[in-house]
């Protein structure tokens, strides 16, 4: 089970780490709980999820991929799954940051090597990469990406 103050943490971090970041893709997002908590921090927020549950916010209800068009000044994704890879390449083609929490990986790599894979892809792709963590129980590694010079 994870904690339950995940998404609250998580809102918070983002909205420190990138204050200008108005409109927000959240990839692979579930019931749209990170979705609740960004807005109420003032952030214009979609959420991409085949599988929406319903959550009173803005949904796109399908598949997040490449050929989304792009209208966000950031992208997050809480335990994305197998959204995550995506995420990074994303951010890449279209120079937008992107700040993930992964949890299991889409190609059964284990947990430390499948963030060094993704920081790697992504400074392979022309991004700038750090970590922090968010302070909760579970996966709390944050890895975040921007475009290089900003």
């Known amino acids: 089970m994870g904690d339950r103050r995940r998404f609250e943490l998580f809102a918070d971090f983002v909205v420190r780490r990138f204050p200008a970041a108005r409109t927000v893709f959240d990839i692979a997002g579930g019931m749209g709980r990170l979705n609740s908590e960004l807005s ?6 979609t959420t991409f999820d085949r ?3 319903r959550a009173e916010v803005r949904y796109a209800e399908r598949l997040f ?6 209208a966000c000044d950031l992208l997050v994704g809480m335990h994305p799954d197998g959204a995550t890879r995506v995420i990074v390449e994303y951010a890449a083609r279209y ?9 299991c990986s889409d190609n059964g790599m284990s947990y ?6 993704l920081a790697e892809l992504a ?5 700038d990469v750090d970590e922090a963590s ?8 944050v890895l975040v990406g921007q475009p290089r010079g900003t």
Do not use: N, S
Request: glycine share 6%.
């Open 51 to 53: 599988r929406w549950k």
């Open 65 to 70: 991929t490449l050929d989304e068009p792009c």
């Open 40 to 45: 109420a921090r003032g952030r214009d927020v």
């Open 95 to 103: 120079a937008r940051p992107f700040a993930i929490v992964p949890c």
């Open 112 to 117: 430390k090597p499948w963030l060094r894979h």
């Open 123 to 127: 400074r392979e792709r022309g991004l």
């Open 134 to 141: 968010l302070p909760m129980t579970g996966r709390a590694r």
